[in-house]
T-cell receptor
Framework: DAGVTQSPTHLIKTRGQHVTLRCSPI?????VSWYQQVLGQGPQFIFQ???????GRGNFPDRFSARQFPNYSSELNVNALLLGDSALYLC?????????????FGNGTRLTVT | AQSVTQPDIHITVSEGASLELRCNYS??????LFWYVQSPGQGLQLLLK??????LVQGIKGFEAEFKRSQSSFNLRKPSVHWSDAAEYFC???????????FGKGTTLSVSS
């Protein structure tokens, strides 16, 4: 079975630009979460979506937004990019949006902002 | 607020030696705890989880972890380390709302021959 797939794998953007990252969950998984991992740190929670609705949001500015589609895939959008947005962006899917439904992570999108 | 502390930034272990990675959490109720492993350039793979019941949990790749409520700890162990275990290890606790995992900063494991 295919795992969580993310695209693109690498991306280079300039400050002030906009970026869209994409994620396809494991088949049958209804929940998708997004995490930001800065070099040398643990992942930080950005969003959780379940059945197309936002269920949770981390401490990130409004420049970050996301959505989930009827097929449960998801997009993460970041506007007005800053140098500090350079990071590995991880998508994770789970069967349900509950604590006891373990997260399965994709390999991430490496975003570099210059 | 919930938090996770991994006191060791980097650990080096000889191949075949035993391993223990430390994790301390801050959480008011019974926590849901996880250990993940991340190889370079890869996403995170779930090693094991603790929800309730037996405090010693077994995971994949020969790893185990013990939940100790009195010490607010969830340390990861492996009796004999293999070179392929070299990676970054993250401990995490589920937040109270059940919407997210809170991760520690990670411990980098190096394996020497």
């Amino acid at each position: 079975d295919a795992g969580v797939t993310q695209s693109p794998t690498h991306l280079i953007k300039t400050r002030g630009q906009h970026v869209t990252l994409r994620c396809s969950p494991i088949s049958g998984h209804k929940s998708v979460s997004w995490y930001q991992q800065v070099l040398g740190q643990g992942p930080q929670f950005i969003f959780q979506y379940y059945e197309k609705e936002e269920r949770g949001r981390g401490n990130f500015p409004d420049r970050f937004s996301a959505r989930q589609f009827p097929n449960y895939s998801s997009e993460l959008n970041v506007n007005a990019l800053l140098l500090g947005d350079s990071a590995l962006y991880l998508c994770a899917s789970s069967l349900e949006a509950t604590s006891n439904s373990p997260l399965h992570f994709g390999n991430g999108t490496r975003l570099t902002v210059t | 607020a919930q938090s996770v502390t991994q006191p060791d930034i980097h650990i080096t272990v000889s191949e075949g030696a035993s391993l223990e990675l430390r994790c301390n959490y801050s959480y008011g109720a019974t926590p849901y705890l996880f250990w993940y492993v991340q190889s370079p350039g890869q996403g995170l793979q779930l090693l094991l989880k603790y929800f309730s019941g037996d405090t010693l949990v077994q995971g994949i790749k020969g790893f185990e972890a013990e939940f100790k409520r009195s010490q607010s700890s969830f340390n990861l162990r492996k009796p004999s380390v293999h070179w392929s275990d070299a990676a970054e290890y993250f401990c995490a606790v589920a937040n109270q709302a059940g919407t997210a995992l809170i991760f520690g900063k990670g411990t980098t494991l190096s394996v020497s021959s």
